[in-house]
């Protein structure tokens, strides 16, 4: 009898671990390892095929884990998404340009990729400066090589006339774009990876929930100034006093440090234009709604940029053109002189020193204590030439598509 009594003890001890061990490894498990330095250890990465890389793509997405959570336990004043693809040198002059940003140990920051390697990956893990989340984007031509949504072999060249593409029954011979011209995977993966990234960060990820600021997108190529947190929170309450209506807030625009500190306190308004107001773009979840009300809109829009997109779709599908609040004195300098469209060879190290020259430049016209909007333009309608290389259907399907609860 005792003996029994011992071995159902013992059963219920072992049973009672094993529950503890569970709970344990789900607990840190979903908050990852805090190492010595004091930095989460995010989830790994199999870059070894690409059925491994598209399982980790997935399991990522999914844990959402928060790097350096423990070391910045508070909620977010700032939430900056930086969309980043292939340029490693031109990412990492970003990284030291938030890592110099005064208060961006309030920041959280997400890295959205489409282009997966350790090299990348290893360099956004060593931030230890403020919340980091990496998110990838699913729908990536390097998870896709020969496949829809990446070059299929047996889509249709892209300067086919249709008439020879339906005779030689290439796969999208019905669907070029307003030009005549066939997709090709390389130009239309941005604007895929920029709207299924404004889904993922109002929508899914986790620690946003209940979050009512403004998102800053931001690419790779980006520079932010040392006072941008402090110019960031100017701006919305230049917006919240005196521009209500505004629905964007742009911190960057395409001067550079042209009349910096003439400039540095000064806004405008002005009715949104992708030329103008791409860069540093502030996007609220109300107007992350209205967007959304466009999503087939935008989705169908014969144009591969994201940019130029929403400016169709300001004064059309939404009825009241997007009003923006510009910063004059931008906040945000583009180092990229290569890319989709920049044809020239990568030069960073000329870059680098430009940004070098800049900072010198705005050092003493930073941290202004007070705003003020210099001038205010009408919010009209601002049409343009569609640009094209938007016209399969497939890419149309595959947009809509990243409204849905996947």
Request: neutral net charge.
């Amino acid at each position: 009898m005792r003996f029994r009594l011992l071995k159902k003890n013992f059963i219920a001890i072992v049973g009672l671990l094993a529950v503890v061990l569970t709970l344990l490894y789900i607990m840190f498990g979903a908050k990852g390892v805090e190492s010595v330095e004091g930095v989460t250890e995010t989830a790994k990465f199999d870059y070894g095929t690409i059925i491994s890389m598209r399982t980790s793509v997935y399991d990522s997405n999914f844990k959402q884990l928060i790097q350096n959570a423990e070391r910045f336990p508070l909620e977010p004043e700032m939430v900056l998404a930086v969309q980043v693809h292939n340029r490693p040198a031109y990412l990492q002059m970003l990284i030291r340009s938030l890592e110099n940003v005064k208060g961006i140990e309030k920041a959280l920051v997400i890295f959205s990729h489409d282009y997966f390697s350790e090299e990348i990956t290893q360099m956004v893990k060593e931030i230890a400066f403020c919340k980091v989340l990496q998110i990838f984007f699913p729908y990536s031509m390097q998870l896709y090589p020969s496949e829809f949504p990446g070059q299929d072999p047996r889509d249709c060249p892209r300067d086919l006339s249709k008439a020879d593409a339906l005779r030689t029954g290439c796969l999208n011979a019905e669907h070029p774009d307003s030009y005549g011209h066939y997709r090709e995977a390389s130009i239309t993966q941005t604007k895929h990876h920029w709207w299924w990234k404004l889904h993922f960060v109002f929508e899914r990820v986790k620690v946003l929930q209940g979050y009512k600021r403004f998102v800053v997108f931001l690419e790779e190529d980006n520079y932010l100034l040392p006072d941008f947190h402090h110019f960031f929170h100017a701006m919305v309450e230049l917006r919240r006093i005196d521009c209500g209506d505004c629905d964007v807030l742009a911190l960057g625009n395409h001067k550079g440090t042209t009349d910096f500190r003439e400039l540095s306190s000064k806004t405008e308004t002005a009715g949104w234009m992708s030329t103008k107001h791409n860069m540093g773009t502030g996007i609220s979840r109300e107007l992350y709604y209205k967007l959304m009300g466009c999503n087939k809109e935008f989705c169908t829009y014969d144009d591969y940029n994201w940019d130029w997109t929403l400016q169709n779709l300001s004064g059309t599908c939404i009825s009241k053109p997007l009003k923006v609040l510009v910063a004059l004195g931008s906040r945000v300098l583009h180092t990229g002189d290569c890319g989709l469209h920049q044809k020239d060879e990568c030069r960073p190290e000329v870059a680098q020193q430009r940004v070098a020259e800049a900072l010198r430049e705005t050092e003493s016209a930073l941290f202004v204590s007070q705003l003020s909007i210099k001038a205010q333009s009408p919010a009209d309608h601002q049409p343009h030439a569609k640009n094209g290389g938007w016209g399969d259907v497939r890419d149309h399907a595959l947009c809509i598509n990243y409204a849905a609860r996947l």
